[in-house]
């Protein structure tokens, strides 16, 4: 079975401009998170959905949104890139979100750079 | 001060040694706690995971939980230069939701 696959592995923006990266999850797998990995640092949470809905929020500006299709794929739009935008962007899927021990599993990430 | 604390190292070892990989949190809310091997420009993928308080095993890994004084750890037998990488521990916070609080991570490099 396919892992989690993530597009594009690399991207090169300018300040100010838009981006959106995409996610397509395990086979079965509902949810989708997003987290945000800058060099030397450990992955930091950005969303969580579920069936579509939004479930949970990190400590993100509004420039970052997302979306969850009927497939299960996702999105992150991130607006007005800024420097500090640069980062590798995760994408994990697990099998559900109400629950405890709900195991994620990630892909291999898009290596945004922002110049 | 960061909910979870990892010393980012690096790290080095000769093969065959024990490896012990440490990380301190603060909330005591915390009940799964993860650790995932990330290989340079990879994902991080999932090694073990522990409920509560305890030990697991898993082959050369234990992974092992002291929920009293907050404290998690990871040992490593028989290293392997394969085994050179960056080790994130993430307890999971769960609040209707799941989400991970990663540590810094450790580099390690194992030398034959």
């Known amino acids: 079975d396919a892992g989690v696959t993530q597009s594009p592995t690399h991207l090169i923006k300018t300040r100010g401009q838009q981006v959106t990266l995409r996610c397509s999850p395990i086979?079965?797998?509902?949810?989708v998170s997003w987290y945000q990995q800058v060099l030397g640092q450990g992955p930091q949470f950005i969303f969580q959905?579920?069936?579509?809905?939004?479930?949970g929020r990190g400590n993100f500006p509004d420039r970052f949104s997302a979306r969850q299709f009927p497939n299960y794929s996702s999105e992150l739009n991130v607006n007005a890139l800024l420097l500090g935008d640069s980062a590798l962007y995760l994408c994990?899927?697990?099998?559900?979100?109400?629950?405890?021990?709900?195991?994620?599993?990630f892909g291999a990430g898009t290596r945004l750079s922002v110049l | 001060q960061k909910e979870v604390e990892q010393d980012p190292g690096p790290l080095s070892v000769p093969e065959g040694a024990i490896v012990s990989l440490n990380c301190t949190y603060s909330?005591?809310?915390?009940?799964?706690f993860m650790w995932y091997r990330q290989y340079s420009r990879k994902g991080p993928e999932l090694l073990m995971y522990?409920?509560?308080?305890g030990n697991k095993e898993d082959g050369r890994f234990t992974a092992q939980v002291d929920k009293s004084s907050k404290y998690i750890s990871l040992f490593i037998r028989d290293s392997q230069p394969s085994d050179s990488a960056t080790y994130l521990c993430?307890?999971?916070?769960?609040?209707?939701?799941?989400?991970?609080?990663f540590g810094a991570g450790t580099r390690l490099a194992v030398h034959p």
């Open positions: 994990a899927s697990s099998l559900a979100s109400s629950i405890a021990k709900n195991i994620q599993y």
């Open positions: 086979s079965g797998h509902k949810s």
């Open positions: 959905y579920y069936e579509k809905e939004e479930r």
């Open positions: 909330n005591s809310a915390f009940q799964y």
């Open positions: 522990t409920y509560s308080s």
């Open positions: 993430a307890p999971e916070e769960y609040g209707g939701y799941n989400k991970l609080i």
